[in-house]
């Protein structure tokens, strides 16, 4: 008789009895052992030469072991150490064996690598996400000053580190369509394959610490282990994880003593009734989910070894070459994420090799905001010098070789062009405008090439310092007129990215050649990086890139681009020169209205050519305002039926049917600005005023 036979009642319950058939019946496991028992076992763990934590750090790997005799045994140096060897890229980790670990008890989801994450989170933001990226690095002792095998993270307080825990969990579940929930598997037999766990310093910004564990690989299995603890509702999930192991969002700073006593008697507590309910005949659904989620397989990298002995440097990079060797696939979900998180690994080599400074790190890593990066750097306090600041480093002459060397190494390219180099660095350089309304659109148009031109990539030039944005412009701009190579690169940066942010230059997906000037069309096809080129190298396009740049950063309705000739030639019998402004027959400046502009003006021989191989002329301007009108009428019926479909959903659905607050504050923003371009530009209705003694139809 096997062991599935001699199960009764609940045991073995069928689907229809809303849980799956028990293929391992949960095992009874010890008591979580008073913090006074496991002084020697954190004491043999600190001894043993292949370790390097610090004494906080070892607290927290040995205080959550189900069997700490059993972790004394593996971490022991006498007579040898049953730690594990595991090769990585520039050293070794040494990791514990397998053994069994409390899930309650400091272990939480993976929150440093994001897998999720196809864009940088960042402070630079103008509507800054809930969620901002947590960046890492390896911690480093204080006394000795040398990196040891954890790493650190700076979070607001303990708020923004359950922001951080629900955002893992909740992407994991919801991430390749559900397949990462293992729920299911979990209440038929609990957890099978050990997780692997780093040990990670939280620094809060009132300067408390706090150390817990977390996944580098088995996620889905922690997060598939809440699920099925608390009934497969993701929310319930998060809301049981965080309660448990961060404790109180009440409170500020690090857990207390008395907060970590009060979880392990929980954990105590929940110990004692499973092992007692599971010594019933009759085993209930509560004991089942409770069993199964008591504990689970584990190993817990404690050591990191550079190949010369010495302390690993870099134990991110050696994190994601574990993994690496673990998985066939380790790489994040998609490719967005897999180029923002390479890049960040090729700031941290740069940091590690003297090539960036630590000030120029942190805008890099998006962890502070604008004001933050001027005061740092010293360059104007807009985004727009953030996303900048991204080409500067890795484009610029002299450091442009070691970091297209870098780039290389870390995507495993044999060469890398512009078109390489621009898609992975593309949802880096455009981090701080996640918000962006368009920011799909601008991602596609900086992955074909961006800014990449001649005179910037590999070339000498820096950002202009100062306070005033447009003074600092209008003074690149002066120095770019005069023939300043660097000031040419700097506003080709600049303008280009501020071009491609607000739809003046697309991507070449070959569908937009034809003789309509509109929206989305062009006169004949260029990439970015080429349309920029050309403009680079005339007056005119200098200005309307400067007009561009200006406009960005005024984000005023009222500030809008103008167009200049970028050729000496005769329009209607005027002779007109490069850089002089381009004005319509009511002598006012032409407005730079669409991508069509910006084309039309690289090459005004070749788009007539175009324009008449295609035997048509440019519809006229009031057509243009007619089609305008019209997508304003049809978009503001569609916003407003879908606003009260929204409404009536809210009845049944609540609040949630309207998404993130965020999103919904970015809609409403939107709406303003569309309401105050109508105010203010469009006619106004004339104000009759009626005698108070005149009768109507007098």
């Known amino acids: 008789m096997t062991s599935l036979d001699s199960f009764a009642g609940l045991d073995g319950l069928d689907h229809d009895d809303g849980l799956p058939p028990l293929l391992r019946r949960p095992v009874a496991v010890a008591e979580p052992q008073p913090v006074t028992r496991l002084r020697r076992v954190r004491k043999v763990l600190l001894t043993n030469p292949d370790v390097s934590l610090d004494e906080e750090a070892a607290n927290v790997v040995t205080s959550g072991a189900v069997h700490p005799v059993q972790l004394q045994a593996l971490v022991a140096a006498e007579p040898v150490s049953l730690l594990t060897a595991k090769p990585v890229v520039g050293g070794t980790l040494h990791a514990t064996a397998p053994h069994s670990r409390y899930l309650d008890l400091d272990v939480l989801p993976d929150i440093i690598n994001q897998r999720w994450a196809n864009q940088l989170h960042t402070a630079m933001d103008t509507v800054p996400s809930t969620f901002l990226a947590t960046t890492y690095e390896t911690l480093t002792d204080p006394t000795s000053e040398e990196p040891v095998a954890v790493f650190v993270v700076h979070l607001r307080d303990r708020k923004a580190l359950a922001h951080a825990v629900a955002e893992s969990m909740s992407h994991t579940f919801h991430a390749q369509k559900g397949e990462n929930d293992y729920t299911q598997s979990v209440l038929q037999q609990g957890v099978k394959e050990p997780l692997t766990l780093f040990v990670m310093r939280v620094v809060y910004d009132d300067g408390s610490?706090?150390?817990?564990?977390?996944?580098?690989?088995?996620?889905?299995?922690?997060?598939?282990?809440?699920?099925?603890?608390?009934?497969?509702?993701?929310?319930a999930a998060i809301s049981a994880c965080v309660a448990s192991v961060i404790g109180s969002l009440d409170y500020p700073g690090a857990r207390s003593r008395a907060e970590q006593g009060l979880a392990r008697r929980r954990t105590v507590e929940l110990t004692a009734r499973t092992r007692k309910n599971l010594a019933v005949h009759t085993m209930t659904e509560a004991t089942r989910r409770e069993g199964h989620t008591l504990t689970f397989p584990a190993v817990v990298v404690v050591g990191a070894r550079a190949d010369d002995g010495g302390p690993l440097a870099d134990l991110g990079a050696a994190r994601d070459d574990l993994l690496a060797s673990l998985h066939v696939h380790v790489t994040p979900w998609t490719r967005g994420a897999q180029y923002t998180q390479g890049m960040q690994r090729v700031y941290r080599h740069a940091l590690r090799e003297g090539l960036i400074t630590p000030e120029t790190y942190r805008v890099l890593s998006g962890t502070v905001d604008a004001q933050e990066m001027h005061d740092l750097l010293g360059v104007p306090a807009h985004r727009l010098w953030a996303a900048a600041l991204h080409q500067q480093v890795l484009l610029s002459a002299p450091g442009a070789h070691s970091m297209n060397r870098l780039v290389k190494q870390e995507f495993g390219m044999t060469r890398g062009d512009r078109q390489r180099i621009s898609e992975r660095l593309a949802p880096t350089v455009l981090s701080a405008y996640r918000g962006h309304r368009s920011i799909e659109q601008s991602l596609r148009a900086f992955g074909n090439g961006g800014t990449i031109t001649d005179r910037v990539w590999k070339q000498p030039w820096k950002l202009t310092e100062g306070s005033e944005v447009s003074e600092v412009l209008d003074d690149i701009l002066n120095r770019a007129l005069a023939g300043e190579a660097g000031a040419v690169a700097e506003l080709t940066v600049l303008g280009g990215t501020a071009a491609i942010l607000d739809g003046y230059i697309t991507r070449d997906r070959g569908s937009k050649e034809g003789t309509v000037r509109g929206s989305g069309s062009a006169p004949f096809r260029t990439t970015p990086v080429s349309l920029l080129d050309v403009l680079s190298k005339t007056a005119g396009g200098l200005r309307m890139l400067h007009s561009i740049a200006r406009a960005h950063v005024a984000a005023d309705p009222a500030v809008?681009?103008?167009?200049?000739h970028t050729h000496h030639r005769e329009v209607d019998g005027q002779l007109v020169r490069d850089g002089e402004p381009l004005l319509d027959k009511a002598g006012e400046q032409v407005i730079i209205d669409y991508e069509w502009d910006l084309v039309y003006a690289s090459d005004p021989v070749r788009a007539m050519a175009s324009i008449a191989e295609n035997g048509r002329e440019p519809l006229e301007a009031e057509a243009e305002d007619m089609r305008q009108r019209r997508l304003l009428a049809v978009s503001v019926a569609s916003a407003l039926g879908a606003a009260r479909s929204l409404a009536r959903l809210h009845k049944s659905r609540g609040p949630e049917v309207f998404g993130h607050a965020d999103t919904l504050d970015e809609l409403r923003e939107q709406l303003r600005q569309a309401e105050?371009?109508?105010?203010?530009?469009?006619?106004?209705?004339?104000?009759?005023?009626?005698?108070?003694?005149?009768?109507?139809?007098?």
């Open 209 to 235: 610490e706090d150390t817990f564990l977390v996944t580098g690989d088995g996620n889905s299995r922690l997060m598939s282990m809440w699920l099925a603890r608390t009934g497969g509702d993701i929310n």
């Open 560 to 564: 809008l681009p103008k167009q200049f």
């Open 676 to 698: 105050e371009i109508l105010l203010r530009f469009g006619p106004s209705r004339a104000a009759f005023l009626l005698d108070e003694d005149q009768e109507v139809g007098q």
